[in-house]
């Protein structure tokens, strides 16, 4: 039987033919507006006998604009410089304004409405599935300003908070980094120059770091000052609400408690030394004393796996179907049908993603593909995260809206699936030791390159509130985090990681750091039931991505694994999977 050939460009024609020139997709924007106009006159006459029917037209509005939005996300990652569709993000920006502005003088009606007549309505067989959701919007009003004062909020981000996120995004899209690659310079992008830090060659590593650092040196200034207004705007709009702590509005965000967060970095924090231990021996083994920050995600062996993209789709898929059928059978037909762009060319944003076209019924997925075992990962992680959304397809809209840290829960699951493979199948020794190596490298990021910027960035938001913060001092903040966070057990550190790392810059998503590390360990908690309970496992599993958007975290972890986040035991369990991976790794490497 023949080989199916992937293609490593996506299909957006599907959803509208023609890109950011596409007249179908200014057709939907101009319907869509008239949409939202509906659904907010339908809010003004709203009382609580149409509560069914405004949650209806909800269900038809929230879908289109996360569609249009997903659109636009698409077109402006695969090509930064495609000025007509960064122009197509302000309409659609300017849309979602309105939306926001319609829901929050929803939720205003919400809490209007008395708590007998409310208890009742959640009683009845139309809301009992939706009760978590509507009593969060209703408790989340109660806490917010008035719901003028939150309009006037949401339309002044417009052109003034979600701005500065734009023009980071455009000078990122802008930088290019000279690289001289067989004795010619090249410029590239930042994703490309991303890429060349997990080159085995240490001269091309530091090459790259050297014209990374300057990169982004020379835009310093503007990019701090993009910080600091997505700072100063957000504290604003905090002391105007009276929210005195700034991880208030993530941890709500992430539907969980400061317990949870504390007991997981305290847990992390209290394993740290055979993870400087890994990083010796790292250093050790590359014939240095001690690692820079641009060694860490180097390879042990020059002699680097590379798989085409062709062949990484095939292990991936390969993987999957050990757990379960219809993860098999879902990422065949992301593959089959175009779901991936995973081109390597200019012109690309950096980072990965996947995005979601609920209208549709499909995700898309964007990366840059240069067939490291990194990038197979990546792609796993982001089909794991496509999945997620596959799960929930018959789960209520209101229901789907799941947090950042358990977001991570399936793509972590994914990755997982597929490292754990790559080890156990390794050919020879020398591979086994560089893929365990593979896998450490991602607890490291989750342990210390995400506690950096965790601790980074609760700093930084506390220096901001005496005024703005110098580059100098951002730098300053940055390298203290990282000494702290790595244990001082790196020579070099990168200073000019808050302007690199577009985490800090995200407007809809404030602290996009912890929900990673919780996420992995969480799904390094959920993989090792999944390893007990063996072939069955997938069904339990669907049942829990299910329930992500509709209970606590610590309420999830209860029902579906029996355990108390803000207790330390299920963190050192999930935390003993990656230690058994450095622990072989120190064995196997013991000269």
């Known amino acids: ?119 009742n309505l959640l009683q009845t067989e139309t809301f009992a599935p939706l009760e978590y959701v509507l009593n969060e919007r209703r408790r989340r009003a109660g806490e917010k300003l008035p ?37 010619e310079t090249k410029e590239l992008s930042v994703g490309q120059a991303h890429n060349r830090f997990s080159n085995g060659d240490r001269t091309v590593r530091k090459e790259v770091s050297k014209a990374w650092q300057e990169a982004w040196e020379e835009q310093s200034e503007t990019i701090a000052a993009a910080l600091n207004h997505l700072a100063g705007f957000r504290l604003q709009v905090y002391e105007q609400r009276g929210w005195d702590s700034v991880l208030k509005e993530p941890l709500e965000n992430n539907r969980m408690k400061q317990e949870t967060v504390d007991t997981m970095w305290q847990v992390i924090t209290d394993h740290k030394d055979i ?123 209101l229901n789907r809206f799941y947090a950042s840290n358990v977001a991570e829960t399936a ?17 020879d020794e020398m591979e086994k030791i560089s893929l365990l190596e593979d896998k450490i490298q991602r607890s490291v990021a989750f342990y210390m390159n995400i506690h950096a910027r965790f601790l980074f960035e609760t700093r930084f938001y506390e220096e901001r509130k005496k005024g703005l913060v110098s580059v100098e001092k951002l730098n300053d903040l940055m390298v203290e985090a990282q000494k702290e966070a790595y244990c001082g057990a790196l020579d070099e550190y990168d ?5 690199s790392k577009m985490h800090f810059f995200i407007t809809q998503v404030p602290f996009y750091n912890f929900p990673y590390t919780f996420g992995y360990l969480f799904s390094l908690g959920i993989y090792s039931q999944a390893l007990e309970e063996g072939a069955n496992y997938e069904e339990k599993y669907i049942a829990l991505l299910k329930d992500t958007a509709s209970m606590t975290v610590e309420d999830l972890a209860m029902k579906h694994l029996g355990v108390d986040l803000t207790e330390r035991d299920f963190w050192e369990k999930a935390v003993q999977k990656s230690l058994e991976d450095v622990e072989e790794f120190l064995q196997l490497t013991n000269k």
């Open 1 to 119: 039987m023949a080989t199916k050939t992937y293609s490593e460009t996506w299909d957006l024609d599907v959803f509208f033919n023609g890109g950011s020139k596409s007249e179908d997709f200014h057709t939907y924007l101009d319907g869509l507006h008239s949409e939202i106009s509906a659904f907010g006159q339908e809010i003004e006459a709203f009382s609580a006998d149409s509560l069914e029917e405004v949650l209806g037209s909800y269900e038809r509005v929230v879908k289109k604009v996360v569609e249009a939005s997903a659109f636009i996300s698409c077109l402006l990652a695969q090509d930064v410089k495609d000025k007509q569709a960064s122009q197509l993000q302000g309409k659609v920006a300017q849309l979602h304004a309105k939306l926001q502005v319609h829901l929050g003088a929803l939720d205003e009606k919400l809490v209007d409405i008395n708590d007998s007549s409310w208890s």
């Open 147 to 183: 719901a003028a004062q939150e309009k006037l909020v949401t339309s002044l981000a417009v052109d003034g908070y979600h701005a500065w996120g734009k023009l980071y995004n455009s000078i990122v899209g802008s930088i290019k980094i000279p690289v001289e690659e067989n004795g």
């Open 275 to 397: 993870f400087k231990q890994y990083l010796a021996r790292k250093a050790e083994l590359l014939g240095l004393e001690k690692l820079n920050m641009y060694d860490v995600s180097a390879p042990l062996s020059s002699e680097e796996t590379i798989l085409s993209y062709q062949e990484g789709a095939e292990f991936i898929t390969e993987q999957f179907s050990k757990f379960g059928p219809e993860l098999t059978s879902f990422t065949e037909k992301a593959f089959e049908d175009r779901w991936i762009e995973a081109e390597d060319r200019a012109g690309k944003r950096p980072g990965g993603f996947c995005t979601s076209f609920p209208v549709s019924g499909q995700s898309r997925i964007f990366m840059t593909y240069s067939g490291t075992l990194s990038n197979v990962s990546t792609l796993a992680h982001e089909l794991g995260h496509a999945f997620h959304q596959h799960a929930m397809h018959d789960v209520p809209t």
């Open 411 to 427: 793509s972590t699951f994914a990755e997982m699936i597929v490292a754990d493979a790559a080890v156990k199948y390794a050919k």
């Open 495 to 499: 200073h000019t990681f808050w302007a």
